[in-house]
Structures are given as structure tokens and as C-alpha cells.
């Protein structure tokens, strides 16, 4: 199963922390193979002027996403045994430099 989460505003740290756990949750089910999450949801407080503070804080989420993923495999019906995927779905460029800062 695939999931992607509909809505990419939230209103503050307390919905992102929220929606962060989510993913999480969803990596850590046996049941999920695929995560589409945007970095925007994740921290609420994406912002080119604050670079470095953004870059910061995504890394550190991000891994832990990773992590997850990595600690967590999904057996497709067949028997076949694979990673979980986290995909980065990115609904405006302005995100572009950022996201990918974030993965270096």
C-alpha cells in the first residue's frame, strides 16, 4: 500500500510534529511500502530566510524518516522482501534549494 496524505498546509509545530508522526507510524507498518511526504508538513516553519535553520531542522527529520524506512521492510504478496520508499513530493519550487540541501 502506498500513502500519501492529502493537504500540505499545517498551522504550527504542534500539527507538523503531528503529521510527522503519522509518517512514521506509516513507515512502521508492515502493511505500508510507500510514503509521499513534503518537507512543508513535516516543519512549519519552511523559510528561504532562515536557510540554514530550515536545512537544519529537515535534516534531522528527514533522517529519522529514513531510519524508519530503513528499520522497516514490506513483504509484497509474492514473498518478495523490499525497503520502504519515502518519496519527496514538492508542490512549489521555491522548495527546490531547500529539499535538496536537506539531502546532502
Known amino acids: 500500500m502506498n500513502i500519501n496524505h492529502l493537504g500540505e498546509a499545517v498551522l504550527g509545530e504542534e500539527e507538523s510534529q503531528t503529521r510527522f508522526l503519522q509518517y ?3 513507515l512502521s507498518s ?7 511526504a513534503k518537507i512543508s508538513t513535516i516543519y512549519s516553519q519552511v523559510l528561504p530566510l532562515a536557510f540554514e535553520k530550515t536545512v537544519s531542522v529537515l535534516e534531522d527529520r528527514l533522517t529519522q524518516l529514513y531510519c524508519v524506512a530503513r528499520d ?5 504478496p509474492n514473498g518478495e522482501v523490499c525497503p520502504k520508499f519515502v518519496n519527496l513530493d514538492m508542490e512549489e519550487y521555491r522548495d527546490l534549494e ?3 540541501a536537506a539531502q546532502q
Open 98 to 100: 531547500i529539499t535538496t
Open 24 to 26: 512514521i507510524n506509516d
Open 72 to 76: 522497516h521492510e514490506f513483504v509484497r
Open 30 to 36: 508492515s502493511e505500508i511500502e510507500y510514503i509521499s
